[in-house]
């Protein structure tokens, strides 16, 4: 990736920007991205870095989940455990090896899930990627992080077309086990591995042939045998008009409301989670502003949805100065104002970065979730080549970013608030621990764990 300087910076209502000159060249790291001036208003710094780059423009840092003091940060050459109980001074425990694309991860329990999504010639550490065009083993690893400073590999489940994500869905009706909800789309076709898993965008009838999830059922005490235990289908639109091209790309589930949201490419759906195995649509949002519907999340009162447009699918630059605001925005929805219609849906707002990346950095909104505060909405969301950045949006017919931080380099993958912190994982510089200070974050509830993608107790 390339990234011009930023060559407008908007001023902040709330906090001073501080613009500082490019790193000198000794500073730069490996990875996907150039050198650029850093930009970022006072209240947000960056504590600490735990680099992790590699000389490869195929290489990316991805997602994260924490389960108490630790951090769990994926990447494509497998994962790391970061002890974070000291944010100024995060500690790798563990640097696992375990290739694959792209690695979302999800942890639970002593647990830890990887999504799959480019065939590999076998489920173990080790296998090389298989050639192009031919089948192989896509899906969910299972590892053992009981001890985060010494991982091991348990087992595998296939699924047709990868994991390009997963959503660890809990059942509160049973704790012995966990679902995975597993997204995916059919980017290519393949005929069926020897592990069992496909990738069609029509059957040989010329109907559908990839419009669903697959759920895996993962029993904790026993989670070598799971399995997938259904595979539910979705009435979807064909992305770009191209036919068959169906299915989602990010989802989001809150326990105590029952609902799911799916972010699918051409739409977002909110699901009906009364039956885990068996999630079923109840409303469809459809909005001709979204390119590319990518992530979705909660407020944590349940009130309100927020879907992400990654435009450009997250290699192209969507924050040039002819772009419109509404390009690669975060979209705000009324819970309660969504049907089942097939119409557009009508928003409460938009929100996208107000400065300027340039002309060839990528750029648009990417992985976010939402302060758990009381009487308050605020969201952290990574930017690729934005950075991080906070946003209010109380009054949600009026977002407006209170504070950012875009250090040199960033082209940031994930940003998450834990437990007093904003965590990210960027592609090229590795991960970042930053600190808000900031009235809204007054009052956050600390957790014991989070998966970004699963909320599940209210908080008024």
């Known amino acids: 990736m390339s990234r011009e300087p930023i060559r407008l910076i908007l001023a902040c209502l709330t906090a001073i920007l501080l613009i500082t000159p490019a790193a000198s060249a000794h500073d730069d790291h490996g990875g996907t991205w150039e050198p650029s001036p850093v930009s970022r208003t006072a209240n947000l710094k960056v504590l600490a870095t735990s680099e992790k780059v590699f000389a490869d423009p195929t290489y990316r840092n991805s997602d994260l989940a924490f389960w108490g003091g630790v951090a769990y940060a994926g990447n494509y050459d497998g994962f790391r455990s970061i002890d974070i109980s000291d944010p100024e001074k995060p500690t790798v425990l563990s640097d696992f090896v375990c290739p694959g694309s792209q690695q979302d991860v999800s942890v639970w329990k002593g647990l830890l899930f990887s999504s799959i999504d480019a065939p590999v010639t076998g489920p ?4 090389p990627r298989s050639p192009s065009g031919t089948p192989g083993f896509e899906g969910i690893r299972i590892f053992d992080v009981s001890n985060p400073s010494a991982p091991s590999y348990v087992g595998a489940v296939a699924t047709d077309c990868g994991s390009h994500t997963h959503t660890l869905v809990p059942d509160p009706a049973d704790p012995s086990h966990v679902y995975l909800y597993v997204a995916s789309y ?35 005490a026993d989670p070598a045998s799971a399995a997938v235990v259904s595979e539910p289908t979705f009435e979807l639109d064909d992305f770009r008009s191209t036919a068959g091209f169906r299915g989602c790309h ?13 972010a699918c490419m051409s739409e977002g759906q909110i699901w ?65 104002s969504l049907d ?69 380099g960033a082209n940031t993958w994930s940003s998450y608030w834990y437990n007093g912190q904003i965590y990210t994982n960027d592609t090229g510089r590795g991960f970042d621990v930053m600190l808000l200070s900031d009235q809204a974050r007054a009052g956050a509830k600390r957790l014991p764990y989070l998966n970004p993608q699963t909320q599940e107790q209210l908080i008024p």
């Open 186 to 220: 059919p980017s290519g076709v393949l005929a069926e591995s020897a592990y069992g898993n496909s990738c069609s965008r029509l059957a040989p009838d010329g109907t559908q042939g990839h419009s669903k999830i697959s759920v895996i059922e993962v029993p904790l």
């Open 340 to 408: 089942l219609g097939t119409g557009v849906e009508p928003s409460l707002s938009h929100f996208k970065i107000p400065r300027v990346q340039g002309d060839v950095a990528r750029c648009t909104m990417h992985n976010f979730n939402v302060l758990p505060v009381e009487g308050r909405y605020v969201a952290v969301s990574a930017a690729y080549s934005g950075g991080t950045t906070v946003f209010d949006f109380t009054d949600r017919s009026r977002p407006v970013e209170i504070a950012h931080n875009d250090p040199h």
């Open 250 to 262: 990010d989802i989001s589930v809150f326990s105590e409301i029952q609902r799911a949201a799916a």
């Open 124 to 127: 173990e550490c080790g296998s």
């Open 272 to 336: 009906d989670l009364s039956d885990l195995e068996r999630p079923q649509t109840i409303a469809r949002v459809h909005n001709p502003a979204v390119e590319f519907f990518h992530s979705a999340t909660f407020t944590w009162d349940g009130s309100t949805l927020l879907f992400g447009d990654e435009a450009g699918g997250g290699t192209s630059p969507r924050c040039r100065a002819s772009d419109p605001t509404t390009l690669g925005a975060i979209w705000i929805y009324d819970m309660a």
